[in-house]
């Protein structure tokens, strides 16, 4: 690659799913956490617009960035490769780091502040596949992916909420057709 | 009073104090959350580590400013004194508002990014006083205060848990002693 | 107004545009800080792509409700209607406040934290009208609007470096078309 | 080291002074910024309390914990050991990349938002050191560290500016003698 080229988005964006998946997280884990936080607030709404919202919040690259600086870090954890004593504050998920929270923050904040009760929750309680990321510790490091999972999930939470609250204003339905990047 | 002159720092957190004390919420009130949110982390814990710790956080000036700021909106609110639309704005607590969960924010992250989980915690499960001043709105407007106080209460739980780990790594415990401004 | 009913998206738009024209802040005053900050970078740029961009930042709920918050906090203050020692702090814009900052970055990290460089750029520099809302106190308390114009410039200015890069890997040109809320 | 036992503290500390010194950054380049912010606020201000409020900054976890995360990020991509694209991304210091801005912004926060200002000064115009790092490209990766030393200036300026306030309040002076940590 030449170093003076910046990096393609597409390729951003590939990699970062890539990602996720490879980290044993799937969009609809992260939906099914959005439908639990959003279902009481709107009737009618589906696992269909809650997967279309998480598509688009890993379509941004404020987004992306952090789940590729993120999962890095967990990984190279896992493979021992960071330098101590950095190695042994993610592996074993110091409580007063708060790198995690911070990049986690940034992204949830680029959907607005009201994301952040949602995100604080989620980090909190540890609803769907952050608690099984974060009692799997013994099988891996996931220091940052479980803050990332619950910014994802609080993101597209806040961007539903901005969505039905336009559809309702236009007399309109949420629509299930599927948005693209 | 002189124009150039800024205003004392004394005045200011006499201000902020009587401003809480006035919308009703005691220190106690907060220390009570605090105590909530931290005492199964920490053997030992008393109601007076958590007081002590909320009087130390409402000395910091960017918590005095928000209480400040968000209290005045409150009481004007009250009063119906804001111009529209934000007087109805706020008198509702519309829900993708944001402001208040922005200046929350702000005084949660000078005590660190650790802090944002406990903020959201409390402003989405309405715990003790919060609860109050969610639920008596029909005898006022709370829509920063309720913010606010989780705000307090975050900051005072994640300088608790700074300070207790340096007491342990110094084999000390946390001290009764009051501490000052 | 029916207390329960939420204000209608298209009446806080209305408001805070008005609220800025009534401010004495133009959104081609805003437009030239944008061209000023970008067109080093982007060769082509011009000032209908800045004014399109800052109309799109406009149309953001965060920032308009910013907007609303700030603008009615100065001029609350210029009618001397704040209580104390709020009033003064506001009136003498009080260097050590940051309510003004932590509202206005709120809004700028909606477009992400590249922002943040040229919002704190614009604060410290006071560039274009930015000065003579900071210069023309006697006249006014501009205490929160010169932190709101440097945010609105600043998303204005990272919304266009991220549609840039968007427009230049699809082989396109920025559109010269007027995009709408 | 016991996977269970947190680091301890004092071993922070010292990784993130090493860092920092390691990429060629003494306390004093930093304080020399710092100075060159406020020298024209404040009358009587010396080298030396620029130099202890840098120490000051540098007591701060948050603070350590960002050190240790950006420079760990900035040397494995100067080995070429980070993963692709998040190593050309790192490399080639990818303007819409964002964290870190989005790590440095979270440690000035500690000390307010007044910081933000001087923060973005700083790394718009590459003061002092930063623009050593940001030019000597060549010979190496300092896409965190340029961020890093602009939040440590930023956030010690802010403390400064704190602080005389609380002197001059007392009728005292900023004192010569050294803090620690």
Chains 1, 2, 3, 4 share one sequence.
Do not use: W
């Not at 890993?58 to 101590?84: F, H, N, P, T, W």
Request: with cysteine.
């Amino acid at each position: 690659m030449d170093k003076k080229q910046p990096v393609k988005s597409a390729e951003v964006s590939k990699a970062a799913r890539e990602a996720l998946e490879r980290r044993g997280v799937t969009l609809m884990d992260i939906a099914e956490i959005v439908y639990e936080m959003q279902y009481t607030y709107n009737e009618g709404l589906t696992m269909e617009h809650c997967l279309d919202s998480v598509d688009q919040v890993l379509c941004k690259r404020e987004m992306q960035y952090a789940l590729l600086v993120g999962i890095e870090l967990d990984e190279l954890a896992e493979k021992k490769m960071l330098s101590q004593p950095l190695q042994q504050i993610i592996e074993t998920d110091e409580g007063l780091f708060g790198i995690d929270e911070t990049i986690a923050l940034g992204a949830v904040l680029t959907y607005g502040s009201i994301g952040v009760t949602t995100y604080g929750h989620l980090d909190k309680h540890k609803v769907g596949i952050i608690n099984q990321l974060d009692t799997k510790t013994a099988n891996g490091v996931h220091t940052f992916l479980d803050d990332l999972v619950g910014a994802i999930a609080a993101a597209a939470s806040s961007r539903l909420a901005h969505r039905i609250r336009d559809m309702e204003e236009k007399g309109m339905k949420l629509s299930d057709e599927k948005t693209i990047c």
